[in-house]
């Protein structure tokens, strides 16, 4: 039997059913084989020669496939029919012609489908080709680039900036857009205007609502009613008139229905009705694929299949009549540029198939797929037929003019059923009314004036919906990576959502201050766009990729040079001026926003912390002390405001209320000579310093809260808030807590039950103490370096030194440079620089150096990292 290779079991048991028992069809879960997390994966000066290294969960579903190959000598690769697919089919032939699995006299083949149904897949196996080259070349191009930037600009980040944890291709343009948004938030200054509407009746007595456009015989622009007091004047000219109608103006109108949805319209939809993310979308979206429910998912293509086109007519038809039927079906032009990666609309697989006949279960697979099936009924619908009235009512002096809009649908076409979401949309011109019967040349009663005061607006924040859009303008990013890029800036804590719009943090401020400054062409949107032009020229066959590759690591690595005399307070004092509009805003009494609250003479400006991580501090450390966050939310640093505040006394101790280059905190007493250090509790994350008591400050204050011994052993078992969250703590067992206030009522039953919870998902990674990932020997002392996963954190490991990874840094990230970095910082703090730099006392002195291709044949495969710098 023909062995056929899918991505997921899901989608191997829905072919399974369409081609029976004459094929084995086997999963090879996604990707298998990918470039060590580590420096050398691609290799510049010997063509971007790239090292791959198959995935420790990836081995035993090659070997599946490598014994079934045994029993048939026929393969048949039949992964998505992207890019993406195409590099999952080439690295699997790749792969087992590595294991020897694939012979000369094997046949290979290549099959795709737009869609998971029986005669898609009978159709696709009745066409097989050869993996596709140029869609392969232009997926390592992509690779190599994100590899290249995230594995060289990230070192140069976490050096130069500290708490900084990395920067990848497209993923720092896109921070760099929500940056700047907030940027024109922030520089905004609302600007005051008003309106004036009057409410008019007819001879018949109904009555409708007409708008000021006309004063003293001139047209209203915007903000020519500045103030309240043009406003009363305005309303006095109105009440001073009477009016009358001088003229009806009905026209018709016709509203076309939307394409059927590519990857970014469905995102931007979902999100606009659902409040879905860019991630929850996709991941639905795959399932009802795999299910053989809609075409593929990930595409930029608009236009649908002939047979489907007259599937959707039909099925109108039956639904709706044939007045609901466009005389010739409805042609939508497809809008990418490289057609071998554009494919079908996403689209319903059957079109007589509504949401309630396929019984689905999960909830948003339910809500997708009926926006999807609607969308794609209504674009083959006909139009929606309207009238647009427009009322103008004048004085008869000429000098004030009312103006009423309404609409009414003749006819509601593909409005019956589906209607597009709309983005940030304000409705000033109230068109959607139905006005009453009015004829022209009969006099208009006034019943009321109002006038109205307005403000201007600021840009709206950015939601995924709209951010995809924008990089869908720009030329950034393609269908299949933009769910991984919004994910991704959000992971790494350079953004965060709230009530669904995107908000940088201050680390993400930091970050694209840095590069905008110092690699300003590689955050540009038009270097980006145009880079992403040459990668689809790669894909269709046009560009050679190492060409392209070569081109942009020339210039990339000149830049890279340029930054490695940078001092780190050279990059703070360019960063804190950048940056000053948002760290220092205005202050209400008009005082300098730089000078120290505290001590009133010394300058505020950006300094950073050895642990990493950037504040705000004063020039006249260490005399003055004061210091605080970076953040300031709405241009006031609220916490600072309240250093130093007394919550009462306990004890005979004051309970303070600080803030501190970390956050708020509370403090007990004051540091004597005998308590250098007094107890202090940082606030929880969620805690607002003003709502703070002496009573909450005592509860900090109080952990670790002890819960009782443990009813196996013994032994304590305690609560406390701790540097990854709330936890519970049995001897050196941590298991985290979902909410902070359960620290303070978790009970020793829903102790008990967390710990032993933790201990069955830790069990056997716990006690193997296996490297989170193996970096490589050191270069000067020998003896391998390690990323490991600690008690209180992960850690990098040499010898006999242990050196916790900065907060903000991602063990992922970690290269063999930074980690050496850190363990010679380490053993030069500790003292014991002498002792770890001695050699393993097994080694033999005079051994010379291993062949490095040997050693690194011999060397047990890393681990697979999360593949994080793929979203650029």
């Given amino acids: 039997m023909p062995v056929v290779v899918v991505e997921s079991p899901a989608k191997a048991k829905t ?159 896109c921070l760099r857009l929500i940056v700047e948004r907030e940027m024109e938030i922030e520089a905004f200054r609302a600007r005051e205007y008003w309106t004036v509407s009057a409410i008019l009746s007819t001879p018949r007595g109904q009555t409708y609502e007409a708008r000021l456009v006309t004063l003293g015989g ?194 509601d076409g593909f409005l019956r059923i589906y209607e597009e ?123 050679e990729y190492r060409d392209v590759l070569a081109r942009f690591w020339r210039d990339f690595s000149a830049a890279l040079a340029e930054t490695a005399d940078l001092r780190i307070s050279e990059v703070l004092e360019k960063i804190d001026e950048v940056l000053a509009p948002h760290l220092y805003p ?40 004061y210091t605080r966050p970076i953040s300031a939310p709405n241009g006031e640093d609220g916490a600072a405001e309240l250093d130093g505040k007394v919550l009462g006394l306990d004890e005979g101790d004051e309970i303070t209320l600080r803030n501190g280059r970390f956050g708020p905190y509370v403090q007990r007493g004051e540091a004597t000579e005998e308590i250098p250090k007094p107890p202090r509790a940082s606030l929880p994350k969620g805690w607002a310093p003003e709502a703070m008591d002496l009573e909450k400050a005592l509860m900090l204050l109080s952990l670790p809260r002890p819960i009782g011994p443990h009813p196996e052993d013994g032994e304590p078992v305690e609560a406390g808030i701790g540097r990854y969250g709330p936890y519970v703590r049995h001897g050196r067992v941590y298991a985290n807590l979902p909410e902070v206030d359960e620290v303070f009522t978790v009970g020793m039953n829903r102790a008990v039950e967390v710990l032993a919870q933790k201990k069955t998902r830790g069990r056997g990674a716990a006690t193997s103490a296996a490297p989170l990932r193996e970096l490589g020997e050191h270069p000067d002392q020998g003896g391998p370096v390690n990323v490991m996963a600690g008690r209180y954190g992960p850690y990098v490991k040499w010898n006999k030194v242990n050196a916790t990874l900065p907060k903000d840094m991602d063990p992922a990230d970690v290269t063999l440079e930074m980690a050496v970095q850190i363990i010679t910082e380490k053993a030069g703090k500790t003292g014991s620089k002498k002792a770890a730099a001695k050699k393993p006392a097994k080694k033999p002195a005079a051994k010379p150096k291993a062949d490095p291709k040997k050693a690194a044949a011999r060397k047990p495969a890393a681990k697979k990292a999360p593949a994080k710098k793929a979203a650029g």
Avoid at 597 to 607: A, D, H, S, V
Wanted: charged content about 30%; proline content about 6%.
């Fill in 586 to 625: 205005p202050r209400e009494d008009g005082s300098d926003p730089r000078i120290c609250p505290k001590c009133g003479t010394g300058r505020l400006n950006l300094k950073t912390a050895r642990s990493g991580g950037a504040f705000i501090g004063c020039a006249n450390y260490p005399e003055c002390r």
């Fill in 218 to 411: 001139k047209k209203l622009d915007k903000f020519d009613i500045a103030n309240g007091t043009a406003a009363e004047l305005a309303v006095q000219a109105i009440h001073s008139r009477d009016f009358t109608v001088s003229s009806v103006e009905a026209k018709p109108a016709q509203r076309n229905p939307a394409p059927p949805f590519m990857t970014s319209t469905l995102q931007q939809e979902a999100s606009r009705k659902f409040g879905f993310g860019a991630r929850q979308t996709m991941q639905a979206a795959q399932r009802l694929y795999e299910a053989g429910h809609i075409t593929y998912m990930r595409t930029d293509g608009i236009d649908m299949a002939p047979e489907a086109v007259m599937a959707a007519r039909d099925a109108i038809r039956d639904r709706f009549g044939a007045d609901y039927v466009p005389k010739s079906p409805r042609m939508y032009k497809n809008k990418a540029k490289n057609a071998q990666e554009a494919h079908e609309c996403i689209r319903p697989t059957e079109m007589t198939r509504d949401p309630a006949a396929l019984k689905l279960t999960d909830d948003d697979q339910r809500k997708l797929y009926d926006l999807i099936w609607k969308r794609t009924l209504a674009s083959q619908m006909e139009a929606a037929r309207l009238e647009r009235t427009t009322i103008e009512v004048e004085s008869a002096d000429a000098q004030v003019g009312l103006r009423a809009t309404g609409q009414v649908v003749l006819f």
């Fill in 15 to 173: 072919i399974n059913k369409y081609l029976g028992s004459d094929y084995t069809v086997l999963a090879s879960y996604g990707h298998v084989r990918d470039l060590p997390p580590k420096d050398g994966s691609v290799d510049p000066d010997h063509g971007f020669e790239m090292t791959w290294e198959v995935a420790a969960d990836s081995r035993k579903h090659i070997k599946a496939i490598a014994d079934a190959l045994k029993d048939d000598n026929a393969l048949i690769l039949a992964t998505d029919p992207d890019r993406e697919g195409e590099a999952i089919s080439w690295h699997l032939e790749e792969a087992l012609r590595g294991r020897k699995a694939i012979g000369k006299d094997t046949k290979v083949s290549r099959v795709v489908f737009n869609a998971i149904t029986k005669s898609a897949v009978t159709e696709a196996m009745k066409n097989p080709r050869q993996v596709d080259e140029p869609l392969v070349h232009a997926y390592l191009a992509r690779r190599a680039l994100d590899y290249l930037v995230g594995f060289n600009l990230s070192p140069v980040l976490w050096r130069k900036l500290p708490g900084a944890k990395s920067a990848g291709r497209v993923q720092s343009v």
């Fill in 421 to 543: 979401g709309r983005d940030d949309v304000v409705l000033d011109d109230e068109d959607d009314g139905r006005l009453p019967q009015i004829m022209q040349d009969e006099p208009a009663r006034k019943e009321s004036v109002t006038p109205e005061q307005h403000f201007t607006q600021p840009p709206p924040r950015y939601t995924e919906a709209t951010l995809v859009k924008r990089m869908e303008e720009l030329g950034i990013g393609r269908p299949s990576t933009y769910a991984s890029i919004v994910t991704t800036i959000q992971d790494r804590g350079y953004v965060t959502k709230d009530k669904n719009r995107l908000i940088p943090e201050d680390k993400g401020r930091l970050v694209t201050a840095f590069l905008s400054n110092y690699f300003s062409r590689y955050v540009g949107y038009e270097f980006t766009a145009n880079l992403e032009d040459e990668l689809d020229d790669v894909s269709a066959g046009t560009r």
